[in-house]
Structures are given as structure tokens and as C-alpha cells.
């Protein structure tokens, strides 16, 4: 069974940076798509960035340029280096698995707060 733990919320002054981090245990190939998404309240879950099994990295539109996303598929974690962080960046951020064949797989989620 697939299970992932995310790390490294918290609260955050406006400007300030955090990073993310992301553990993964259990089957986990190196061509499944990694990554985050973001849920704020009243609002829909959406793309942070992911990281493709063939390398490609996908940011959202609100975060391009901001963040940044690593992959070490050795030993099965994927970092969000986040910078610049507003207001509008709070959110429960979630590590995502999607698998081939095999669903895909949240995270519990992490808090992101950013004080103005």
C-alpha cells in the first residue's frame, strides 16, 4: 500500500520562503507523476507542481516562478521549494502519487499559512 507523509508547513510572514517535503513508501515507480496541490477554503483543490516520470516539471499558473519542484526517486520524496509566499499561498498543500494503473494517492495534507 502506497502511503505518503508530507512535511514542513507552518506559518510564514508574507515574502518569506518554506519548503515542502514529501515522503513515499511503499510501490513507487520512477515513471509515476509526483507532486502538490493546494486546497483553500471554499476553493477547489489545484495544481502546485508536479514532476512527470519522464522528467517534466508542470507549475501552476499562481505559483510559476515562485516555486520549485524536486524529485529524488531514490529515495522516493518530492520537495516544494516555495519563495515569495503571499496571502494567498495559505492553504492545506497536498503530496499527490499518480500511478499508471494503480489510482492515484493523497497525502494527509500540511498546513501553509502566510501572514500579511
Known amino acids: 500500500q502506497v502511503r505518503l507523509v508530507e512535511s514542513g508547513g507552518g506559518l510564514v510572514q508574507a515574502g518569506g520562503s518554506l519548503r515542502l517535503s514529501c515522503a513515499a513508501s511503499?510501490?513507487?515507480?520512477?515513471?509515476?507523476?509526483m507532486g502538490w496541490y493546494r486546497q483553500a477554503p471554499g476553493k477547489q483543490r489545484e495544481l502546485v507542481a508536479a514532476?512527470?516520470?519522464?522528467?517534466?516539471?508542470n507549475y501552476g499558473d499562481s505559483v510559476k516562478g515562485r516555486c520549485t519542484i524536486s524529485r529524488d526517486n531514490a529515495k522516493n520524496t518530492v520537495d516544494l521549494q516555495m519563495n515569495s509566499l503571499k496571502p494567498e499561498d495559505t492553504a492545506v498543500y497536498y503530496c499527490k502519487l499518480e500511478t499508471t494503473w494503480r489510482g492515484n494517492y493523497w497525502g494527509q495534507g500540511t498546513q501553509v499559512t502566510v501572514s500579511s
Open positions: 514532476s512527470t516520470g519522464g522528467g517534466t516539471t
Open positions: 511503499g510501490i513507487i515507480f520512477s515513471f509515476d507523476t
